[in-house]
């Protein structure tokens, strides 16, 4: 029931920036945790920043001071703004959703129901 739609992905040199965007649609309120993750070939999905509401951000070490996680309640939509890319941060980025709620840390991925089909960020140098 619930649908996340990622745009806003491509390829960019080293130092620039993207932003990503996520429309959604199905979710019964505005104040439901919402997640950027990505992965990588060969790796883990890891949680790169989330919001809760106005006041709650979290952010992965390895993206604070350059990635920036921001919701437009009015659009449905969450934006992560992405500075200062690097070769590492090249991977699919998938848009993610708490429907159900639940005391699972943020970079948990089973906190999450709904999931994006994810756009792809690659970084060339």
């Known amino acids: 029931q619930v649908n996340l739609v990622e745009s806003g992905g491509g390829s960019v040199q080293v130092g620039g920036s993207l932003r990503l965007s996520c429309a959604a649609s199905g979710l019964t309120y505005n104040q439901n945790c919402m997640a950027w993750f990505r992965q990588a070939p060969g790796k883990e999905r890891e949680g790169v920043a989330a919001i809760y509401d106005r006041f709650s951000t979290y952010y992965a070490d390895s993206v604070k001071g350059r990635f920036t996680i921001s919701r437009d309640y009015a659009k449905n939509t969450v934006y992560l703004q992405m500075n200062g890319l690097k070769p590492e941060d090249t991977a699919m980025y998938y848009c993610?959703?708490?429907?159900?709620?639940?005391?699972?840390?943020?970079?948990?991925?089973?906190?999450?129901?709904?999931w994006g089909q994810g756009t792809q960020v690659t970084i060339s140098s």
């Open positions: 993610a959703a708490d429907v159900v709620g639940g005391a699972y840390p943020w970079h948990a991925v089973n906190r999450f129901e709904a």
